[in-house]
């Protein structure tokens, strides 16, 4: 018998899912945003804006910014103001409709601001992830050929002198009494000049709206283009998934640096006029907690990670905050260990929703709803609205319990719009119509639900980094008894994730406890402890392709007893 939890709460926003499903149609979400009745589109003017002069949403909380030396609380009103003020920066310093705007910031309210900003002036803006050094700086910089760049003083030391034909403009953040060189300027100075005036740009529903880079297999960066239009997918999944509410507190502890920062920790709860805490700064358990006690956080966006450092000795330490305000957690990312939507149940009285989705997807795809009964293990169940599906090579749709690749019908809202100047690596994206493929393997069982399994293209997620197989393959063939050896990713109740190899063994060598023992002695010895498999399972070969390659699919299906 498989384990099923009851709903969590029956009176959430999205009360019966298959009757949503059956009824959904995008053309009803259209109608909640203003430029269904006057025409006139922008996401700033829908997230912020349209909010600004209301009596009770214009003064709440957009933005609750907090790090271990200060809380700043910025309210709706606050942000159309100060955001009409940067984008009036923008157009002094000569940024138009379609420009692109680096933004290169820890986490700040300044991050947020630039962000609405751009938007206003009709400019795409490129999130940059804080921690990113110098190398990827430059191709990121090079490939959308930003012509401004919004940074610190401290940052702009990993911005390199690259042959700069487009970057115009550098905007610092907190460069007080420093010497600009002339393409710098100072971001309080012309902040304090700039009038509070600004006539947004409309748009088209079309029109790009930020390009976001993600990490691809090759290694280079792809930017995935998104649009205004995207705002309809945030709304809905805002509505559905996070479950948000008027009287919310939400928390994506994400980074805007990466897409679930920018959609969840900004835009969509900002179509909701709900209030959005931003906690900057690293992982701190203590700090943290204080943060969801003193802003009484309703609702939780997180990832693994997080709750893998939570669990064991974090749960004392849990015990002296209040943390009772949280009514709904979710998490993303990365697979989420039954355990840990049994563990949330305990210690917050409510399990951990898991959620999936991609850069590439612009918002949630499938998810885990509050009042749908939740098998632990499962990513959930596609968003209504959404019709996915597991798919062989020919793009045809497989039966229940097989393993293949997820597939989403193209054509939903908050779709990429391109890959930025790979046109290419976009359409094979699409090469399998009507599908878009997502290049992870999964199933789906007979009450449709859907199980991520790992990825098509061999990445394996360790502890939050990505690592290719064939290089742990690679290492073990590198023993004396290993003739062939293949890898998989399975979930790990501790870390997340974990490292499964396969082996078959050279002629003469047998496969006992000793020898398992010995190969992981062997891989700590030679290599970084994240490539160390946890587990070891002795098969007489391991199938490759006519091209040599490891049939990791066949590997799965052998880890969960479906047919190979
Ligand atoms: C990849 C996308 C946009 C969300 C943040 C990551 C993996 C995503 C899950 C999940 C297991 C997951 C997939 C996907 N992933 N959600 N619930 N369980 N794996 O965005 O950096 O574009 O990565 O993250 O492999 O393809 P991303």
Known sequence: MENILPPANKDANLRDYRQARQSFDWKEVEQEFSWHHTGKVNMAYEAIDRHADDPTRGQRFCLIYEDENRTEKITY????????????????????????????????????????????????????????MEVAVGERLTDSEANVLVTTPEMARRVPFI??????????????????????????EEMARAPYDFDIEWVDLEDPLYLIYAFGSTGNPKGALHV???????????????????????????????????????????????????????????????????????????????????MGKGEELMK??????????????????????????RVFGTPIHDTWWMTETGMIMIANYPSMPIKPGAIGKPLPGIVAAVVDPQGEELPPLTLGELAIKKGWPA??????????????????????????????????YFYF??????????????????????????????ADAGIISKPDPLRGNMIKAFIALKPGFFPTKRLKEELIEYMKKHFSPRIVPKEIEFRSNIPRSEEGTVIRRVLKAWELGLPA
């Open 163 to 188: 042959d700069r034909p487009y970057l115009r403009h550098i905007i610092l953040v907190g460069a007080k009494n420093m010497a600009l060189k002339s393409s710098e300027v100072s971001w309080e």
């Open 228 to 310: 205004h239009r995207d705002m309809v997918g945030y709304l809905i999944t805002a509505q559905w998934v996070l479950d948000l509410r008027d009287d919310d507190v939400l928390w994506t502890t994400a980074d805007p640096g990466w897409i679930t920062g920018t959609v969840y920790g900004a835009f969509a709860p900002w179509l909701c006029g709900v209030e959005n805490l931003v906690r900057g700064g690293r992982f701190d358990l203590e700090g943290w907690c204080r943060s969801i006690q003193s802003h009484r956080v309703t609702v939780w966006y997180t990832a693994p990670t997080v709750f893998q450092r939570l």
């Open 453 to 482: 399994q790992g990825r098509e293209d061999d990445l394996i997620k360790v502890a939050g980094v990505m690592v290719g197989p064939t290089e742990i393959e690679e290492a073990l063939k590198g023993h004396p008894a290993v």
């Open 320 to 345: 002296g905050y209040d943390l009772h305000s949280l009514r709904h957690i979710l998490s993303v990312g990365e697979p989420l260990a039954s355990e840990v939507v049994y563990w949330g149940r």
């Open 415 to 448: 779709m990429m719009r391109g890959i930025w100047h790979d046109e290419e690596l976009y359409r094979e994206y699409f090469s399998r119509e009507p599908w878009y493929i997502s290049g992870d393997v999964a199933y789906m069982d007979d009450d449709g």
């Open 77 to 132: 009103h606050q942000m159309r103001d100060l955001s009409n003020k940067f984008a009036n920066v923008l157009r002094k310093l000569g940024v138009e409709k379609g420009d692109r705007v680096s933004i290169f910031l820890p986490r700040c309210p300044e991050y947020y601001i630039a962000m609405v900003g751009c938007a206003k002036v009709g400019a795409i803006f490129c999130p940059l992830f804080e921690a990113l």
